[in-house]
């Protein structure tokens, strides 16, 4: 019985209630056919299942967990349900089940499995209510057959991660987790009664997953789950970054202020529009609130940034709403809906932590669509040449399911075929084969379409238990396993697919045949068996029709094992120079039979791989002999028995005694010699003893016969001998030793040191010519034996920086191109065949001063970096220069020459301004620096250009006068050559003040000031520009704006008076400014055109109408003003004409006194307006679009 529990997650303690007082605990499923009714109890996470047992005991059971129940008499027993129940019989592979749903739920039989089966948590509970009937549970443990697992049960509430987080872990924590949930809830609702706004941009997002309802009681509920998808719930997307602040711990009056109009803006947010609407989605878009910003520009303020919320049900619109999507975009896509189901939607806004009210909820229902997949059928009976199938009707997605379609692979494993197609839910399908293996799926159809096909089940027809096979064959036998074989039995079906079981029994233990293996295979290897144990088999062949007779019984044993490896050899006795005596243990485990050798090996050294047989035979010592003296010998032993070689023993290491080592070579040069110094390299003896050498001495003296003195002794193989003359021969002699003692000495080696170069020079004489001139003199030093060929000068002004000037044979050289008053260092180095010797003492020498370096950097200096602006670009120029080198006296002053007769001397300041030059003129300037002892060199000449002179100011003229507004214009235009592109203007106007403000500057040569009055002076001058600098102003230029016109008028009105007698009128204007106003009333007639008035009178009466004739009548207003003692006009524009027709009318014959036939002019004036008619008929089209919003909401969306 699966019940769909929807509870907190720690829920109240079930109570026993009259449907756990009908059903029991059902361990596992018995084998067999069997009249018991089977009820599956599904518990889903964080559920609590309490039961009473046959024996009275109680048992809960936690979430997840499938449990399944029996009854003992095969009856249905009777099943109460809580209040939004229902219970529904339904059969699958034979079993009737019984499922209990809420009212409002649909079965899916189609939906995805259940989790894996958790095994049942139970613990004691307090006493229940008393049991009126028990079921007693089949005897038996252990968990429910994987034939019995509920392939289809109601739509899956829980997903895995939710699953495994209900564990056993859960089970622990559960009591803490429910006091934890509990203090939250307290916490919310006092927040809620304080008045605290609820911030869920900073909570995380109410879980989509779960919907519980109050009252919860053993697994049922009032409320059921609401959920937007037929195959799950909805998950809230997440669109862009969320941006929020948490709020204040203190709010001020601003703040609360804020909030306040932030909630009264948020407000305003309408219901969403819902568009593209199918059968399992919709488009939900809404638009922005009214805020602030809307329609104003402000840029001291950035638009706020606001987050909204959809939220979805389909229980109503006072059902539960669901959070679907929470984002920033006014877009949403609502996927996974139910077909033919109606939906309700609202949207609400948040803005800076503050939530605003939820919208208007819009409605609107999904279509119908094809149905969803049905679930696989259910074999209800079999025989040997029929299958029996029943199957429920899908999810019919608002349309009636009409047919179903079967199909069948007709038992070959290829293309399904069809077997059946119309409306009833049993079919049998006949004409089959006996034991075959057949495959089924069924769709369902409705108006929409045909569904997806259910899954592949397969369903075997009846058939007969296969013969006994032929006893298993041993194929392979090793020490801890077997190998065994066998065949298929004689008369089996070539299509019908057998299993076998292998059953073995050991004597020793005494349980009988017990199965060791159960597939299709035709072999099988036994392993971790006993070493030489002797066992016997049998064999089963089966089929879905049970199992056939055991084979002949058969016996094999396993193969001996092989011994364990011997001890580690060992010597006995003393070490000797040519023979050694070994021993050894035999092995701890011999493998269940005796050792009937023992080979012992040896390696003579102790890296290699060689082994050589020194023993073969049954004793466990052995002598070995012809070894050699301080040789390294490695021995290992194995032993052999009838179950095989061992492995090989511990290796032992062993020395034989050793000698003294022999005579060495005589030792040879390791490389080239040098003159106080000779390499020796020897080689080792050609016998070392039998040991190896661990030192060498090396002697030396001047000839064979003087005495000896050690050079060397230790370990390596070469030495050098130092401190030793240029050109001399010496005598070298070696001998070696090993742990026995040393050897005797090698032959006499004798050997010659090189020549040496020459010895140090002493420090050079220095001898000043001039202030850059310097002569060095040095002499000749030691040449240790060959004679000196080179001398090398260096030169510098640091000692440790001083670089090659010469290089020669000479004893002198003269230093030129020095700097005066600076401090020189040399050294002098000799070199002869043999190289170069050290370099001599340092000497040092200071050049007397001299008159300054020539200036190196000269530049002309930009106005804006000077420290005061210049009295005219035109007729001065700054320069700079950089100090150059004063050497040895300080500078004094500069000359600066730029083309005049006489240069400029100035003091010690490195710049100067050259004043009362000519404009645009070039000029060559050049500077020149002077000390105490003379004058230096002219720096290089810069080249440099005076600026001209600033521009005289244009003509200012008034090209166009208006009422508001003067378009002035000066100069002649961008495209003559008096004027360069680089020249800018600033025209300025006098302001109430007096004072003249800038208002245009830039190229072009004309502007218009606009927003001036009527009739009033204005006065302007300008100014040109350019790089040169500002030119003068001119003088102040004068004009007068003109009068304004008066305004439009409306339309005039025309009224009948008396017969044939109409008055025209129309609305006064105001005198301008003390000026007085005119009106002209023009009629027009076709295309003729009279003027019937003029005056300053509103109104105006005409008659002498004619009868069905068309007049229009238009007024123009005009102002009349005094202008050097004449009066002018100044007429403004005519407003909209009017239309007037005078039309025939008959009287009344029963009302008329005067004669029949007699006719009366009836004045019928059309004094609609253009913007009257504007306006009627922009009431029509909204009255239009009203219209067809009604009739679109109640005939399409309805």
């Known amino acids: ?324 999507y929470l984002g920033e975009e006014t877009t949403f896509t609502l996927p996974d809906l139910k077909p033919a189901t109606d939906y309700h939607v609202r949207v609400s806004v948040t803005c800076s932590s503050v939530k605003g009210p939820v919208s208007e909820a819009a409605s609107f229902t999904t279509e119908c669509s094809e149905p969803d997949p049905p679930a696989p059928p259910k074999l ?72 997806a096909f259910s899954e592949v089940v397969i369903y075997h027809t009846a058939g007969s238990t296969p013969p006994a096979p032929a006893p298993p064959r041993l194929a392979r036998v090793g020490v801890t396993w077997l190998t065994l074989e066998w065949s298929s039995p004689s008369g089996a079906s070539g299509e019908e697919t057998l299993t076998y079981i292998l059953e073995m029994e050991e004597e020793s233990l005494g349980y009988g045949f017990k199965p060791k293996h159960n597939g299709e295979e035709l072999s099988c290897t036994l392993k971790n068996l006993h070493r030489s144990t002797s066992y016997k088999f049998r064999v089963f062949a089966c089929n879905i029709e049970g199992r056939s007779s055991p084979s002949e019984v058969v016996e094999y044993s396993t193969s001996p094992d092989k011994p364990g490896a011997p001890g580690k050899p060992s010597i006995k006795g003393r070490s000797h120079t040519r023979c050694l005596k070994i021993v050894w243990d035999p092995p701890k485990d011999n493998g269940g039979a005796e050792v009937t050798k023992y080979v012992l090996e040896m390696s003579e050294s102790l890296n290699g791989s060689k082994w050589d047989m020194a023993y073969s035979g049954s004793a466990r010592e052995c002598l070995c002999d012809n070894l050699s003296p301080g040789s390294w010998y490695r021995l290992r032993v194995y032993c052999v028995s009838c179950g095989g070689q061992s492995q090989v023993s511990e290796v032992f290491s062993v020395q034989t005694a050793a000698v003294a080592p022999g005579p060495c070579q005589p030792p040879h040069l390791a490389g080239r010699p040098k003159p106080r110094e000779i390499p020796l390299r020897w080689a080792s003896p050609a016998m070392d003893g039998g040991a190896p050498v661990i030192e060498y001495t090396v002697e030396m003296s001047e000839t064979d016969q003087a005495s000896r003195r050690q050079l060397y002794q230790g370990p390596e193989t070469d030495c050098t001998a130092s401190n030793l003359l240029p050109g001399q021969t010496y005598c070298f002699w070696v001998k070696a030793a090993n742990q026995a003692g040393y050897g005797p000495f090698s032959d006499t080696w004798e050997a010659s040191t090189a020549p040496g170069s020459p010895e140090q020079c002493r420090a050079p004489q220095l001898s000043v010519q001039a202030a850059t001139c310097v002569l060095v003199s040095w002499e000749s030093p030691a040449c240790n034996g060959a004679e000196v060929i080179e001398y090398r000068l260096e030169w510098g002004g640091t000692k440790g920086c001083m670089q090659l000037v010469y290089s020669g044979p000479a004893l002198s050289y003269e230093v030129k191109g020095l700097v005066p008053s600076t ?132 003509h200012l003229e008034c090209a166009v006068f208006g009422h508001q507004s003067l378009k002035l214009k000066w100069g002649e235009g961008p495209s003559k050559n008096q004027l360069t592109s680089s020249t800018q203007y600033c025209l ?135 202008d050097s003692g004449v009066t002018q006009e100044l007429w403004g524009p005519y407003s909209p004409s009017v239309a007037f027709t005078v039309q025939r009318q008959e009287h009344d014959p029963m009302v008329a006194t005067e004669p029949a036939g007699g006719e009366q002019a009836v004045a019928r004036g059309s004094t609609m307006t253009d913007e009257q008619l504007t306006l009627l008929l922009l009431v029509g089209f909204a009255v239009v679009a009203i219209l067809f919003a009604v009739v679109i909401q109640y005939f399409v969306i309805k």
């Open 380 to 451: 209800l009976h079999r025989t040997k040449n029929s299958i029996v199938l029943q199957w429920k009707a899908p999810n019919d997605n608002g349309s009636k399911v009409t047919n179903f379609l079967l199909e069948y692979d007709e038992g070959k494993q290829r293309v399904f075929k069809e077997c059946y197609y119309g409306h009833a839910k049993q079919y049998k399908v006949i004409r089959l084969s006996p034991s075959t293996k057949y495959a089924f799926r069924i769709a369902a159809e409705n108006d929409m379409g045909m569904s």
């Open 988 to 1122: 300025q106007i006098e302001d109430k003040n007096g004072r003249f403000v800038c208002i245009y500057s830039g190229p072009c040569h004309t502007y218009k000031v606009q927003r001036l009055s009527e009739s009033t002076a204005f006065h302007f001058r300008i100014q040109a520009h350019n790089d040169a600098g500002e030119g003068p102003f001119s003088h102040v230029y004068t004009f007068t704006t003109t009068k304004s016109p008066p305004a439009q008028l409306k339309a005039p009105k025309v009224q009948q008076q008396e017969d044939n007698l109409y008055e025209v009128t129309w609305e006064p204007l105001q005198p301008m400014r003390g000026d007085s106003v005119v009106y002209t009333l023009h009629r027009i007639s076709g295309r003729d055109i009279e003027q019937v008035y003029k005056g300053p009178e509103t109104s105006f009466l005409f008659r002498n109408v004619q009868l069905s004739c068309e007049y229009r009548f238009r007024v123009c207003a005009g102002r009349q003003y005094q």
């Open 1 to 324: 019985m699966n019940i769909p529990a929807m509870m907190s997650e720690q829920p109240p303690c079930l109570e026993a209630t009259a449907l756990l007082n009908e059903v029991a605990l059902l361990p596992h499923m018995p084998s067999g056919d069997s009249v018991q009714q089977v009820i599956l109890v599904q518990v889903n996470p964080g559920e609590t299942f309490t039961i009473r047992t046959e024996d009275g005991h109680i048992q809960c059971i936690q979430g997840p967990a499938h449990v399944p129940m029996m009854s003992p008499n095969g009856s249905m027993p009777p099943i109460f349900v809580p209040p939004g129940y229902m219970s529904q019989v339904v059969e699958e592979n034979g079993v009737r089940k019984v499922v209990v749903l809420p009212h409002s739920a649909e079965f899916h039989p189609s939906m995805a499995p259940p989790p894996p089966h958790v095994p049942h948590y139970m613990h004691h509970h307090p006493p229940m209510l008393h049991h009126h009937h028990v079921y007693p549970p089949v005897p038996g443990s252990g968990e429910l057959p994987p034939h019995f697992i509920h392939q289809h049960p109601p739509p899956h509430i829980y997903t895995e991660q939710e699953a495994l987080a209900h564990g056993r872990n859960s089970l622990i924590h559960q009591d803490e987790r429910a006091m934890k949930m509990q203090e939250h809830l307290r916490k919310r609702l006092k927040d809620r009664q304080l008045g605290v706004p609820n911030n869920k941009l900073n909570s995380p997002p109410p879980s989509p997953h779960r919907s519980y309802s109050p009252g919860v009681q053993n697994g049922y509920g009032k409320g059921h789950l609401v959920s937007a998808m037929p195959t799950g719930p909805i998950k809230p997307k997440h669109a862009g970054k969320m941006r929020s602040t948490p709020p204040a711990e203190g709010q001020t009056p601003d703040s609360e202020t804020d909030v306040n109009r932030i909630l009264e803006l948020l407000s305003n947010v309408a219901k969403p529009t819902v568009s593209e609407i199918q059968a399992r989605s919709a488009v939900l878009s809404w638009n922005l609130p009214l805020t602030p910003h809307n329609g104003e520009k402000n840029g001291d303020h950035t638009a706020p940034s606001l987050c909204y919320e959809i939220t979805v049900s389909n229980n109503g619109r006072n059902g539960v709403f669901k959070s679907v």
């Open 823 to 954: 401090t020189y260092y040399c050294r002098v180095q000799a070199l002869n065949i043999a190289g170069a010797g050290l370099f001599g003492e340092v000497a040092m020498v200071t050049t007397p001063a001299a008159v300054p370096a020539a200036v190196s950097v000269l530049e002309v200096l930009e106005e804006d970096s000077l420290p005061d602006p210049l009295p005219s670009l035109s007729t001065c120029l700054a320069v700079q220069w950089q100090e150059p080198c004063c050497h040895g006296a300080d500078i004094i002053g500069y000359n600066v020459d730029f083309g005049e007769r006489q240069p400029l001397s100035v003091g010690r300041s490195t710049s100067c301004v050259l004043k009362n030059l000519q404009p645009d003129t070039t000029y060559r300037i050049r500077v020149q620096a002077v000390n105490g002892v003379g004058a230096g060199p002219f720096s290089h000449s810069l080249k440099t250009k005076t600026k001209p002179l600033p521009p005289d100011p244009p």
